[in-house]
Every structure is written in C-alpha cells, then in structure tokens.
C-alpha cells in the first residue's frame, strides 16, 4: 500500500461562519509519496459547502393516495357567501341551470368532498358531475369564441349532455359545430356522431375521396365519414343507404359530385346483380334446332311468324292455326304468308294463342351471352292469350312508343297497354357439330 504524506503548512483548514453556517475549507497544498519521492501530487482546495445536501425523508402525507381534483371554477359573485350546506341543498334541489352547478361542483371538490360524497349528499351521480364541469368549460369556450347568442342560448336548457359530446374539438371547431347542432336540432347520440367525424378527419389526409372534403365544414365531415363507411360495408345495398345518407349530408359541391359519382358505380353494379338474380328467376328456356329433329317427334307445332322490324298490328293479325282430323292437317282462320314448325316442346304445346318473332340478332334481347352468339338470329315465342303483366321479373314482348318491337322485363311495363304476351321460349338456328341443344344463358336487365 502506498502511504501518502501531507504538508501540513500548506493544508491548514480554515472554519468561517457565514449566515450561520459552518463552512469547513483547505488551503492548497502538496502531497509526497513515501514509495515514489520524486513523485507528487496537487491538492485542490475542498469546501464542504459543495457537497449535496440529503434529501428530506418522506412525509408520511405524500405517500397517500390523493384523488383528482380539478381545477376550482370561480364562484360568482352571488354565490360567494354561501355555506356548504347551502350549496349541497342548491345541488340537491338542483336549483338553477346545469352550468351554474360546476363551480359548486368543483369547490366542494377542493373543500375535500370526493364525487361519491357529493353523489351521496346531492343525488348527482358521479358521471354527471364530471358531465356537468366539462359541458361549462365547453360553454365557456364558445363565449370566448364569439359565438351567437341564440346558439348559446339553445344549449342553456339541457345542453350539458350535447356540449360534452364536443369537448375534444379545438375551439374553432366547436363553434362550428355547435352552430350546426343547433341548425339541425341533433341530440346528444347525433352530436357523438359529428364529433368523432370532425376529429377523425384530419387523420384520413390522403385516403380514397378525402381532398374532396371540406375539413372547416361539419356537414362535409360528417359526410365523408359515411363515404368511408360505405367502403368498408360488403353488402351492396348498405352501401347505398350509406352513400345516400353522405350525399345528403354534404355540403360542398365538390363532395357532392364525388358521392355521386361513387353512387353511379353502386347503382350500376345494382343492374347487374339484377341480371344474375333474374336467370334464377325467369325460367325462359334458350333451345337450338337440330337438323332432322322434327323426324323424332310424334307431335309439332305451327306457329305464324313475325318480323320484328314490325309493328304492334302485325303481331295482332297473325292468325291462329289448329290441327284437324287424324292426318293433323293444319288449318288456318285466315291467309298467311310466313310459318315455322317447331317439334313438340312442352312450352309450345301449352300457350294458348302462340306467335314467332323472328329477331335478326340476339341483341335486341337483355341477356348475357358470347359476343360471335349475338350476332346470330333467333326466334321468340309469345303467348297472346297472357298479355296482362302478373310477374315483374318475367320478360314480355312489347311495342314501344315507336311502334318498334322489343322484349322488356315485366317491371319496366307493369301498366303499359303495348304488351303483346310473355316469352315463353328463345329458338336458335340449327348449326353443324353442336350437340348441346338447351343452353343455360344469363338473362339480365338492358
């Protein structure tokens, strides 16, 4: 161990008492090892003054749990001089209006009352004290926001509940949308609703729609929280109800345009749906001739044919045929030009007063079919006897204001007087190599 000699000449300490403190000091001096003379070491001056003083032991005080208290509201001046017996009777009575309450909330809070205290003496439950404090200092906010008196004054009666709903808006926005609550008489549920849209807002910078929104508007707020709402939604008709709920609720015509727009595409996905349901619907069966089929039936049918580049009266003069003795033979109440026979399908043999329509191409029918399959002639057979409309998804043969033939869903002429009958049955043409005689086609709204 290395022994370390002082000079005492030069480490004399020095006691000064300064304000009634004792302060101890060395003077600088030099220190000499025994081990190494030629060694030696400087001594800085210490005072004892630099040293830390020992924290303050804990109060037994401090590690109690103290419960929260906010800060005091001033009283007003004619509430001042009561006692807290008086205040407790005023809360329990619930003399005065809500706003009125929180400074006596809040000093009986920082006399030492806890809220289940006061919820005990005054009946006022915990959460609508806290309801109470908070739903004035929101009022209070909108006085210093120079917000109109009328507006202020809707919400003197039974505001606490709607004014609380908007205390995590900045003060701007909650003059804003105070002033549309009142405009559109919301209640507390609605008012919640406005809130979270008004703040959630923000947050959404750059998702789908969002820079056609006005942020300072809560209308536009409010709408764009529906939009959002209706792209998360799987089922197509929410979607809509959601988009017609965000375009009323919008403001700008901006955000109008663009729910509209998103309400286009919906609606016309709506259409298609239509046609997928109708083919489940709609038993119009879709038969192919094949050549010398008419060989292998025991029983025919003869219908007139139509063109339809007619009219509603060639439809209506084509006669009816019938079959006569035990040879079949066909006759006919009147001549005409144009027949087709067909075998014995049992939707032909069941019409009562049959017609043939024959259509150039498929595209004048509503279904979905392969585009080199659209181009190719049909023929529609129509039962004349049926022309009243009983099923608005069946499809029918109509004339429309032109005195142009078409086929039309039952829906679209439920109380037209230009239908000529029901289809019953869609012919194709005979074709080499193709076996599949009944198709299954996508009917669908046009």
């Given at each position: 161990?290395e022994?370390?000699?002082?000079?005492?000449?030069?480490?004399?300490?020095?006691v000064?008492?300064?304000?009634?403190?004792?302060h101890?000091?060395?003077s600088?001096g030099?220190?000499k090892?025994?081990?190494?003379?030629?060694?030696?070491?400087?001594?800085?001056p210490?005072?004892?003054?630099r040293?830390p003083?020992?924290p303050?032991?804990p109060?037994?005080s401090?590690?109690?749990?103290?419960?929260?208290?906010?800060p005091?509201?001033p009283?007003?001046?004619?509430?001042?001089?009561?006692?807290t017996t008086?205040?407790?009777e005023?809360l329990?009575?619930?003399?005065?209006?809500?706003y009125?309450?929180?400074?006596?909330?809040?000093?009986?809070?920082?006399?030492?009352?806890?809220?289940?205290?006061?919820?005990e003496?005054?009946?006022?439950s915990g959460?609508?004290?806290?309801?109470?404090i908070?739903?004035?200092q929101v009022?209070?906010?909108l006085?210093?926001?120079d917000?109109?008196a009328?507006?202020?004054?809707y919400f003197?009666g039974?505001?606490a509940?709607i004014l609380?709903e908007?205390r995590?808006?900045?003060v701007?926005?909650r003059?804003?949308?105070?002033?549309?609550?009142?405009?559109?008489?919301?209640d507390?549920?609605?008012?919640?609703?406005?809130?979270?849209?008004?703040?959630?807002?923000?947050?959404?910078?750059?998702?789908n729609?969002?820079e056609?929104?006005?942020?300072?508007?809560?209308?536009?707020?409010?709408?764009y929280?529906y939009?959002?709402?209706?792209?998360?939604?799987?089922d197509l008709?929410?979607?809509i109800s959601t988009l017609n709920k965000?375009?009323?609720?919008?403001?700008?015509?901006?955000?109008?345009?663009?729910?509209?727009e998103?309400?286009?595409?919906?609606?016309r996905?709506?259409?298609?749906?239509?046609?997928?349901e109708?083919l489940?619907?709609v038993?119009?069966?879709?038969?192919r001739l094949r050549?010398?089929?008419?060989?292998?039936w025991?029983?025919?049918?003869?219908?007139p044919?139509?063109?339809?580049t007619?009219d509603?009266?060639?439809i209506t003069?084509a006669?009816?045929?019938?079959?006569?003795?035990k040879?079949?033979i066909?006759?006919?109440?009147?001549?005409?030009?144009?027949?087709?026979?067909l075998?014995?399908?049992?939707?032909?043999?069941?019409?009562?007063?049959?017609?043939?329509?024959?259509?150039?191409?498929?595209?004048?029918l509503p279904?979905?079919t392969?585009?080199?399959?659209r181009?190719?002639?049909?023929?529609?057979?129509?039962?004349?006897?049926?022309k009243?409309?009983?099923?608005?998804v069946?499809?029918?043969l109509?004339?429309?204001?032109?005195?142009?033939?078409?086929?039309?869903?039952?829906?679209?002429?439920?109380?037209?007087d230009?239908?000529?009958?029901?289809?019953?049955l869609v012919?194709?043409?005979p074709?080499?190599?193709?076996?599949?005689q009944?198709?299954l086609?996508?009917?669908?709204?046009s």
């Amino acid at each position: 161990m290395e022994i370390l000699s002082t000079n005492h000449a030069f480490l004399s300490p020095a006691v000064t008492n300064l304000h009634n403190q004792t302060h101890i000091s060395f003077s600088p001096g030099i220190l000499k090892s025994h081990n190494y003379p030629h060694r030696q070491f400087l001594c800085r001056p210490i005072s004892a003054a630099r040293l830390p003083s020992p924290p303050p032991p804990p109060s037994s005080s401090s590690r109690m749990y103290q419960p929260f208290r906010p800060p005091p509201t001033p009283l007003p001046d004619r509430l001042q001089s009561l006692s807290t017996t008086d205040r407790l009777e005023l809360l329990q009575n619930r003399m005065g209006v809500w706003y009125e309450f929180a400074p006596l909330l809040s000093s009986l809070l920082q006399e030492g009352f806890t809220i289940p205290s006061i919820e005990e003496a005054t009946g006022i439950s915990g959460v609508e004290q806290n309801q109470i404090i908070v739903a004035a200092q929101v009022r209070e906010s909108l006085l210093t926001s120079d917000v109109e008196a009328d507006v202020i004054e809707y919400f003197n009666g039974n505001g606490a509940e709607i004014l609380y709903e908007i205390r995590l808006l900045s003060v701007t926005l909650r003059a804003a949308s105070a002033r549309h609550i009142v405009n559109q008489r919301l209640d507390a549920k609605l008012a919640q609703q406005l809130a979270r849209a008004m703040k959630d807002f923000p947050r959404r910078k750059g998702d789908n729609g969002w820079e056609c929104f006005l942020g300072s508007s809560p209308r536009d707020c409010l709408a764009y929280s529906y939009f959002r709402l209706s792209h998360e939604s799987l089922d197509l008709a929410v979607k809509i109800s959601t988009l017609n709920k965000a375009l009323e609720a919008a403001e700008t015509e901006l955000a109008k345009r663009r729910i509209n727009e998103e309400l286009e595409k919906r609606l016309r996905r709506v259409e298609d749906d239509e046609g997928d349901e109708l083919l489940a619907k709609v038993a119009v069966p879709v038969v192919r001739l094949r050549y010398g089929e008419l060989t292998e039936w025991t029983s025919i049918a003869v219908l007139p044919v139509c063109s339809s580049t007619g009219d509603k009266e060639s439809i209506t003069m084509a006669p009816t045929s019938t079959f006569e003795g035990k040879f079949g033979i066909v006759e006919s109440e009147s001549g005409w030009k144009r027949w087709v026979v067909l075998p014995g399908w049992d939707p032909l043999l069941s019409i009562g007063n049959g017609v043939a329509v024959e259509f150039e191409n498929a595209k004048m029918l509503p279904w979905k079919t392969k585009k080199w399959l659209r181009e190719e002639e049909v023929m529609v057979i129509i039962d004349r006897e049926k022309k009243e409309v009983k099923e608005e998804v069946q499809f029918y043969l109509v004339s429309d204001m032109e005195d142009k033939l078409k086929v039309e869903r039952g829906k679209d002429v439920k109380d037209s007087d230009l239908v000529m009958g029901p289809v019953v049955l869609v012919v194709r043409p005979p074709r080499y190599g193709d076996d599949d005689q009944v198709e299954l086609t996508d009917w669908e709204a046009s």
